[in-house]
């Protein structure tokens, strides 16, 4: 089940085939919503660190705490 919410940072419009990502750790991820996800993760990651507080902020954040309710 795939979920849909408001406030996610996307690298590119859904009809846009993304290419594989691998993160610092090595890891690969090939996965299209997998790959989105964690591209918005690491959107979320960035922007803590430049602290910035911002509207699309708060919307990602209240997203994340709907998954994990």
Known sequence: CHHFLAG???PAPA???????TLDS???I???TSIR???????LRALF???AD???LRLHLAG??????
Do not use: K, N
Request: charged fraction near 25%; charge should be negative; avoid cysteine.
């Open 8 to 10: 996610f940072f996307t």
């Open 15 to 21: 009809d846009t085939t993304l290419e594989p990502m």
């Open 26 to 28: 090595g890891g690969s």
């Open 30 to 32: 090939e996965e299209q």
């Open 37 to 43: 996800f964690a591209a918005s993760a690491l959107a």
């Open 49 to 51: 660190a430049w602290g």
């Open 54 to 56: 911002s509207t699309d």
């Open 64 to 69: 994340l705490r709907r998954l994990s309710e």
